[in-house]
């Protein structure tokens, strides 16, 4: 069951690995249960885990993403957040778009990040059990605020929002900057425009594996130049 204890989480994605015994079932006709399903994951050999992921949003589509709250949307050459705390969207605070079949547990990752209003937009990564609503998944989250001047690491965990390390730094709306993360077991890194020695340095070990994706809260930002590594 997903947090709100009224519908399940995604149905995780094809194959999966199974031991369980086959079973015959008898299906109803969609809507006349209140626990519904209308996507079944196939048994089979998983997927290996740590392939390496790049987008640069030439001729990438929106179909390849599974997307939490806001509009995101691409156009020349990157991927947007168009919904800001001012629009009175559905799930805007906190929106995130995670990349359909990534798994990463020790990784490099890499964007270019500008920030267009208000607000912090970045990177999530390790993510899991992902749905609607700002806290609402498992994972970290590497957040830049052009406003504020400060880049922040932090996790949602337990549905809070937990800060494990933050840095000012002089940071102008509408100016684009590179942000690379290492995440090596529970030893976090981030680089900050090509920095030789990391800005931040934490160690955490609460989620370990996960998901990659974008993420703004309250802001609008358009996200680059992806590159994930195992």
């Known amino acids: 069951m997903a ?3 009224m519908h399940a989480f995604e149905v995780p994605r094809s194959p999966v690995a199974s ?3 086959t079973e015959e079932i008898t299906l109803t006709p969609f809507g006349s249960e209140n626990i519904r399903i209308s996507n079944f994951p196939v048994i089979g050999t998983p997927e290996s885990a740590g392939k390496p992921f790049k987008e640069n949003f030439e001729n990438a589509t929106v179909k390849d993403w599974l997307l939490y709250g806001g509009s995101w949307f691409i156009k020349d050459g990157a991927f947007h957040a168009a919904s800001n705390k001012g629009s009175w969207g559905y799930g805007i605070h906190g929106s995130k778009a995670l990349a359909s079949g990534t798994m990463f547990k020790n990784l490099t990752y890499q964007a270019t990040v500008q920030l267009n209003s208000k607000g912090n937009a970045g990177l999530i990564f390790r993510v899991t059990d992902a749905v609607l609503g700002a806290d609402m998944y498992k994972g970290y989250y590497l957040g830049i605020d052009a406003e504020t001047g400060v880049i ?3 996790k ?5 929002w937990v800060v494990l390390a933050s840095q000012k730094q002089k940071l102008e709306i509408g100016k684009s900057y590179q942000i690379k993360i290492e995440a090596i077991d529970n030893e976090i890194k981030v680089y900050f425009n090509g920095s030789a020695s990391p800005l931040i340095s934490v160690k ?3 989620f370990k594996y996960g998901m990659v994706g974008v993420r703004a809260y309250d802001s609008t930002a358009s996200i680059d130049n992806l590159l ?3």
């Open 3 to 5: 947090y709100n204890k």
């Open 19 to 21: 031991s369980e015994q």
């Open 152 to 154: 922040e690491l932090g």
């Open 156 to 160: 949602s965990s337990d549905l809070k």
């Open 204 to 206: 955490d070990d609460e």
């Open 228 to 230: 994930v590594k195992e």
